[in-house]
């Protein structure tokens, strides 16, 4: 399989500090660095040419550190199955997606007891702002501890966001299949919502950030659908089969809205 590499042109407007380069190329040049020795090597011998007081400087910098990388401890080899996992999720997730695991099977309790009242399913109810939750914590600042290092690498922008909803999707849309299937619900009922829950988060959060996104979008289901529904122990419209059209185009509206703003996830009030 052929490799596409980084041009001449923009190896050398990279190590001029990426003039002459637009934003998407210096962010693709930086990613594609990571995974091709081909074009660090070549990018080695354009600093070496036409920087030399950079390579310089490194080298300065790698002398000193040399003596001490030595004497250093290395760190314990990862086990083999932690190593992928960590490129979809971080720790701080992971009592979040049990949390919110742990509030799909209480709605499904809750619906198989018949505890409750009228024709209100609890799987149902909750479907929607369940993967907000999950999508929230995985990029909350204030509940990633590496957070700054993932603000600043190559791919912390739209590939990182969607890698770790991908991974929130495939722990609560399991779950919340058993607990449709369970209960009676169309298996569209709940994943119509939830998927058009996610993808407006995301859209919402290349403006307001991820965080403040879901938290506001949780607010508004809660006032606006949980509390009437909970109220008259009705279904509310919005979960009823005549509403699935204004689902769908909801979804539609927000993976539109990713995709066209999808440079705004490199920057960092995204992470918010």
């Known amino acids: 399989m052929s490799v596409e590499h980084a041009s001449k042109r923009i190896i ?16 693709a040049v930086e990613a594609h660095l990571e995974m091709c020795r081909v074009c660090r090597d070549r990018l080695a ?13 490194v080298d300065t910098v790698w002398s000193g550190l040399e003596s001490r990388l030595a004497v250093t401890a290395t ?8 190593a992928p996992l960590s490129r979809w ?22 619906d198989l007891s018949g505890t409750g009242s009228g024709e209100v399913s609890w799987v149902l109810l909750f479907a929607p ?30 590939y990182l966001v969607l890698r770790r909803t991908a991974s929130v999707l495939a722990v609560v849309v399991p779950v ?36 403040r996104a879901a938290v506001a979008l949780a607010t508004v ?24 059209p204004a689902w769908g185009l909801l979804l539609a509206v927000g993976i539109g809205v990713v995709i066209a703003r999808r440079g705004a996830y490199t920057v960092l009030g995204a992470h918010r």
């Open 45 to 57: 011998a354009a600093v070496d040419a036409t920087a030399p007081a950079v390579a310089s400087l």
């Open 176 to 211: 919340l299949a058993v607990g449709g299937w369970a209960t009676g619900v169309m298996v569209v009922q709940w994943l119509l919502p939830c998927l058009a829950f996610t993808s407006t988060t995301l859209a919402l959060g290349g403006v307001v950030g991820v965080r």
């Open 129 to 158: 702002v369940l993967p907000v939750l999950g999508v929230a914590a995985s990029w909350s600042r204030a509940l990633d501890p590496a957070y700054e290092l993932t603000a600043s690498v190559p791919r912390a922008g739209l």
């Open 12 to 27: 050398e407007g990279y190590v001029r500090g990426g003039s002459g380069l637009l934003a998407d190329e210096v962010w």
């Open 221 to 244: 289901w809660a006032a606006l659908v949980v509390a009437p529904t909970l109220a008259t122990s009705r279904t509310a419209f919005a979960l009823q089969t005549g509403g699935l």
């Open 89 to 110: 999720m971080t720790p701080a997730m992971v009592p979040w997606l049990a949390m919110v695991v742990g509030v799909t099977l209480t709605a499904l309790l809750l």
């Open 75 to 82: 760190m314990p080899r990862r086990r083999r199955w932690s």
